[in-house]
């Protein structure tokens, strides 16, 4: 089975442009999770999502990022402008709907440098 | 706020020898703890488990302690490999509106094997 992937896998934009991130979860997989982690810092949750619906978009630092997940199934987070502090590591996750287990299966992570 | 955090920012052990790494957390209305391990290039990968309504945890070669009275979790690896050389989070939730929420991750040890 396959696990979460993450597209790119590494994306160097000027400052000021657009990126867009693209998360497939596992297939079945309700939930859907965005964290970044900036340099030296612990990585820290954008938004949440169970199925189609922004259930939690508390962590999304502000306007110019854009998460969807049309259809319930992938997700893309975009960055429009970015800035240089945007730069850091993209973390998607997935996981069941089973109460029994909250863990989350992370993706290997794209890492975006804004320059 | 309310965070998760740990004591030592890097661990040197040798090969064989047992590890020890620890985490505080503040937040009591948390009741599900996971320790993640991430070795370079790759997202966060799930180690062990422990609930809130539990105080000890083994898998194989770990062992989870969890200290509800002082907010104090524990990952404990015997005969620790040269495979055992990551970052390890520790990391907390709670169930939310029926679902796991939020993953709060504390910065991260960075445990590095001797031979």
């Known amino acids: 089975e396959a696990g979460v992937t993450q597209f790119p896998s590494h994306s160097v934009i000027e400052k000021g442009q657009t990126v867009t991130l693209r998360c497939d979860p596992i297939?079945?997989?309700?939930?859907l999770y965005w964290y970044r982690r900036v340099m030296g810092k612990e990585i820290k949750f954008l938004l949440h999502?169970?199925?189609?619906?922004?259930?939690?978009e508390s962590g999304m630092p502000n306007n110019r990022f854009l998460a969807e997940r049309t259809g319930g199934t992938y997700s893309t987070l975009k960055v429009q402008p970015a800035e240089l502090e945007d730069s850091g590591v993209y973390f998607c996750?997935?996981?069941?709907?089973?109460?029994?287990?909250?863990?989350?299966?992370f993706g290997q992570g794209t890492r975006l440098t804004v320059v | 706020g309310e965070s998760v955090g740990l004591h030592l920012p890097t661990l040197s052990v040798q090969e064989g020898d047992n590890s020890i790494i620890n985490c505080a957390y503040s937040?009591?209305?948390?009741?599900?703890f996971i320790w993640y391990k991430q070795e370079s290039g790759k997202g966060p990968q799930f180690i062990i488990d422990?609930?809130?309504?539990?105080d000890k945890r083994q898998g194989q070669r770990v062992t989870v302690l969890l200290n509800k009275t002082v907010k104090h979790l524990s990952l404990q690896i015997a005969a620790t490999q040269p495979g055992d050389s990551a970052v390890y989070f520790c990391?907390?939730?709670?169930?939310?509106?029926?679902?796991?929420?939020?993953?709060?991750f504390g910065a991260g040890t960075q445990v590095v094997v001797t031979p």
């Open positions: 990391a907390e939730t709670a169930m939310w509106y029926g679902s796991w929420g939020k993953l709060q």
């Open positions: 996750a997935s996981s069941q709907s089973t109460p029994g287990r909250g863990d989350a299966f």
């Open positions: 297939s079945g997989h309700d939930n």
């Open positions: 937040n009591s209305a948390s009741d599900y």
């Open positions: 999502f169970v199925k189609e619906s922004k259930q939690d």
């Open positions: 422990i609930r809130s309504n539990m």
